[in-house]
């Protein structure tokens, strides 16, 4: 929320929900970032066409917005203000990762968490099939089938609840998880307001599956 009230957002997709993440990453980029006006309860459309954005941080002096297009590992810089206003520029690209959060690092910089560690070794999914539209597209069918007929099941059966768990762990972070092989590395990139990477602060044994946010605590 900025200084007049405006409520910055993104919408990861208009065609599925959040159950869904393994379509977000593999089909069609129809993602968008909003400003939503609670004061006349309307809502505009900053940008679409983005591929999974998540992540939205003001910039300090509020002329302008990062937000992360996760599936694309890059981040997007929007002008609110200014002489460039309307405009948008891609702030940082080919990340090791797939960017998630971004937060201030209360020296006027940024922390940008990457949920999905990703190189030449270790590639997302969307790396492996992003080439290959058939492949996505089949995969896509068979996972609609698959989706479809849990839906049913959990409507026509006592097993509403575990039909539910399977189909968000087919949908969602389950098998993007499972495929992976790069569980244990966390990686936090650290930016200049220009997007010049600072810095990154990895942990090549970490515990933690997904680093979504990085945000600096008071004694470091």
Known sequence: MDSEGMIYWSDAS???DLARTVVYLLGGATGRLIQTDPRTNTSTVLMKNLHFPNGVQL???????????TARSRVWRYYL????QGESEILLDGLPGLPDNIRPN????YYVALCVYRDVENPSIGDIFG????????ILRIHGIFDFALTLLAKVTSLSSPMERIRFYIGHFGPVGEFSKSTGKVIIVEITENGKIVRTLQNDKSEARFST??????LL
């Open 81 to 84: 203000k200014g002489e460039r």
């Open 213 to 218: 946010r990085c945000s600096k605590y008071k």
């Open 14 to 16: 208009t065609s599925y």
């Open 59 to 69: 910039v300090k002096d509020q002329q302008s917005i990062f937000v992360s297009e």
């Open 106 to 109: 209360g020296k006027g910089g």
């Open 131 to 138: 080439d290959m539209p058939l492949i996505r597209k089949l």
